[in-house]
């Protein structure tokens, strides 16, 4: 007599095993498979390795493409952190919305966008600054966004200004929304001491962003070197083909948050300028490493600092 067989000594049936980073849409899958496509053609005549896992013919492979898309998905509120654009009193001077925090494979990235400038991290990092763009201007149309200028060593060593380029890859797409891409600023001498006592930025700025609330290679440095470094550093563009910023809205425009210094000074030389600060967007900002975590930003509720 045949026995029949034990079923807990059976294996099991086949099933299809599914990832728990699968896509629950095809949308998505078919965007990535596209996009790996393209990748891949261009690895043909360019080899490349990717900035954060070293994966070859990829400057920056799918998942760690969808990393930085996490890790910038939303915006949020990060003025808190950089001490020269916070008062004493805990007010703020000048309110910041960065598209994500500069850790990990965001970090790679900027790192490696800043140095080497390729297509394919460009492509990524400006539509993270577009998203922040657009959670900081909210609803407010005809905005000039800014960008703040590059120095003049940066820019021969590198051969392109990177907050430049971004916004550029924006503006072709279209994604600078109601916004204008505004050239208004440029590298200027630094102020001597007496000269920058008459430029109190804290005092301007206190009054300025109370009135005006926001609508939507110093590595190494102290906030009191930063400060004094970029301190008269920026002035608005004096050509008679400049734009005209004056009584305009503006939104300055940068790529990492640090002390706040530079974006305090860019905001200064907006306001000497004419122009109507509203607030400034970042791409990446650090943080302490006890930090509570920042609050997000969701389309106009930026408009609520200050």
């Not at 949020?76 to 004493?88: H, I, N």
């Not at 500069?102 to 600054?129: C, I, M, N, P, T």
């Not at 891409?181 to 301007?204: C, P, Q, V, Y």
């Not at 004056?246 to 305090?264: E, K, M």
Request: net charge positive; aromatic share 4%.
């Amino acid at each position: 007599m045949e026995r029949s067989p034990d079923p807990d000594l059976e294996p099991p049936a086949p099933t299809a095993a599914k990832h728990r980073s699968d896509y629950s849409q095809w949308w998505p899958r078919a965007a990535d498979r596209a996009a790996m496509a393209g990748r891949e053609l261009l690895a043909l005549a360019a080899p490349v390795e990717c900035v954060c896992c070293g994966t070859e013919d990829f400057a920056l492979c799918g998942p760690c493409e969808r990393a930085v898309r996490i890790l910038t998905r939303t915006p949020f509120r990060a003025e808190g952190q950089a001490p020269a654009l916070m008062d004493v009193n805990g007010s703020v001077i000048l309110p910041v919305v960065a598209a994500g925090m500069y850790r990990e494979e965001l970090a790679q990235a900027v790192l490696s966008f800043k140095k080497h400038g390729q297509g394919q991290l460009g492509a990524v990092l400006s539509k993270a600054l577009g998203r922040a763009i657009s959670g900081a201007a909210g609803t407010l149309q005809g905005y000039c966004l800014i960008p703040v200028p590059t120095t003049n060593s940066a820019f021969r060593k590198r051969g392109f200004s990177p907050v430049h380029l971004l916004l550029r890859n924006l503006d072709r797409r279209g994604g600078l929304g109601a916004g204008n891409l505004t050239n208004a600023l440029r590298k200027g001498s630094a102020l001597t001491e007496g000269a920058a006592s008459n430029h109190d930025l804290s005092g301007r700025l206190r009054a300025l962003v109370p009135a005006h609330p926001l609508a939507g290679g110093q590595k190494g440095l102290g906030r009191g070197a930063r400060a004094k470094r970029v301190r008269g550093s920026m002035q608005a563009r004096l050509s008679p083909l400049a734009p005209d910023i004056r009584g305009r809205p503006c939104i300055i425009v940068d790529d990492v948050l640090t002390t706040g210094a530079t974006l305090a000074e860019a905001a200064r030389a907006v306001h000497r300028a004419g122009g109507v600060v509203m607030g400034a967007v970042v791409l990446a900002a650090t943080r302490p490493p006890d930090a509570a975590d920042p609050p997000a930003v969701h389309g106009a509720t930026a408009g609520t600092g200050g």
